[in-house]
């Protein structure tokens, strides 16, 4: 099967720390990942496209100073939430695809910014 | 702005009944995939759909797909009190070289035992 791991599952930060997520695909090469986010009772938004050895590709409206994306491997993609406000905490998911097929989910990391 | 909309938002049925949730796209895609999930939790992949496909069966789930009104629907049948759970369609279309993965507005299922 395909499994992406990500990394914390949960995590609380003071206004204006940063946090980094990790998005990990065990079984697999991806040289592509993708970044969502999703607030509560509402569907996922994407916000970028993290392209192996590349600048990642965000939709617009998403802040790439905010949000920086390095995909640095193969199996690797890491999304850091810098200078953190209460209006970043929400729920961010990463997802690859093995072979286009379908796409694999990272169980979701629950950020809280107080 | 969302690629997919989806109905009805919210749908409540007795365990044993069929549940159908519908989707609606705007632009072309190369398939239509379905999720679900889980309360804060992440999505597990259910089925996929081909823009050259128009109907497919997976278990209890069936999906059509109809490309010249830009929907789909999802039917679970026999549903179970384990169903519960918010379920989204995603369309993968090309974008600037690379697909693009875009999430409906999803339906949140209860099954009530």
């Known amino acids: 099967g395909a499994v992406v791991s990500q990394h914390p599952s949960r995590v609380i930060c003071k206004s204006g720390t940063s946090v980094k997520i990790e998005c990990r695909s065990l079984?697999?090469?991806?040289?592509?990942m993708f970044w969502y986010r999703q607030f509560p009772k509402q569907s996922l938004m994407l916000m970028a496209t993290s392209n192996e050895g590349s600048k990642a590709t965000y939709e617009q409206g998403v802040e790439k100073d905010k949000f920086l994306i390095n995909h640095a491997s193969l199996t690797l993609s890491t999304l850091t939430v810098t200078s953190a406000h209460p209006e970043d905490s929400s729920f961010y998911i990463c997802?690859?695809?093995?072979?286009?097929?379908?796409?694999?989910f990272g169980s979701g990391t629950r950020l809280t910014v107080v | 702005s969302q690629q997919g909309e989806e109905d009805p938002q919210a749908l409540s049925i007795q365990e044993g009944e069929n549940a159908t949730m519908n989707c609606s796209y705007k632009t072309s895609i190369n398939n239509l995939q379905w999720y679900r999930q889980n309360s804060g939790r992440g999505l597990v992949h259910l089925i996929l759909i081909r823009s050259n496909e128009r109907e497919k069966h997976s278990g209890r789930l069936r999906v059509s797909l109809d490309t010249s009104k830009k929907s789909s629907s999802l039917l679970i049948t026999a549903s179970r009190a384990a169903d519960t759970a918010s379920y989204f369609c995603?369309?993968?279309?090309?974008?600037?070289?690379?697909?693009?993965?875009?999430f409906g507005t999803g339906t949140k299922l209860q099954v009530i035992p």
């Open positions: 997802s690859a695809s093995k072979q286009g097929n379908g796409y694999t």
């Open positions: 079984d697999f090469q991806a040289t592509t």
């Open positions: 995603a369309t993968v279309a090309n974008s600037g070289g690379y697909q693009k993965v875009t």
